[in-house]
T-cell receptor
């Protein structure tokens, strides 16, 4: 079935790397996305990966996809206080008519 | 380039009333999506419009409806409002891409609907 799971909370020290994890259940995933939501705002697209890719890097962001384990991760290098937000993992499915299926979101807290 | 814009920012209604939420997509985007972000329920897909037609619908009652205009802007209408309709309603748009689009959805800042 359609299910995307994330851990709810992550706390890191400023300057360290953050790794946010996500697992999904449906093997017909086509694209997997990471969105960021700051308080009172909408969703900001951070990056996305096609399901036949293993890795994508974009400046401080690295996405890793393990299709066998249905596991997606987002690594943020040199985490800053401005990275504090909720991060949502999402997928679209083959035959899913572009519906985004979201995880519950991981709240990232960056402390000095 | 202007992003997805939504209006109003906040909307306060009472039970039984009707609400209309509006969305303007990014220029050149023909698809518009609506999502509900309710406390405790997460982000749920509501509707997808493309070229003026409803293409997909989430698991919501028929009192949630909408339309897309020739300029690709969209309205979400919620009739007979209930307390549990209180949520942030997010609109997204993307470039044409068919039923399995490789074009990511870009979101607006949402309309916060409060039902008293």
């Amino acid at each position: 079935g359609e299910d995307v799971e994330q851990s709810l909370f992550l706390s890191v020290r400023e300057g360290d790397s953050s790794v946010i994890n996500c697992t999904y259940t449906d093997s017909s995933s086509t694209y997997l996305y990471w969105y960021k939501q700051e308080p009172g705002a909408g969703l900001q697209l951070l990056t996305y990966i096609f399901s036949n890719m293993d890795m994508k890097q974009d400046q401080r962001l690295t996405v890793l996809l393990n299709k066998k384990d249905k596991h997606l991760s987002l690594r943020i290098a040199d985490t800053q206080t401005g990275d504090s937000a909720i991060y949502f993992c999402a997928e679209t499915l083959s035959g899913g008519y572009n519906k985004l299926i979201f995880g519950a979101g991981t709240r990232l807290a960056v402390h000095p | 380039e202007a992003g997805v814009t939504q209006s109003p920012t906040h909307l306060i209604k009472t039970r039984g009333q009707q609400a209309t939420l509006r969305c303007s997509p990014i220029s050149g985007h023909t698809s518009v999506y609506w999502y509900q972000q309710a406390l405790g329920l997460g982000l749920q897909f509501l509707l997808w419009y493309d070229e003026g037609e409803e293409r997909n619908r989430g698991n919501f009652p028929p009192r949630f409806s909408g339309r897309q205009f020739p300029n690709y802007s969209s309205e979400l209408n919620v009739n007979a409002l209930e307390l549990e309709d209180s949520a942030l309603y997010l609109c997204a748009s993307n470039l044409p891409g068919g039923e399995v689009s490789n074009q990511p959805q870009h979101f607006g800042d949402g309309t916060r609907l409060s039902i008293l």
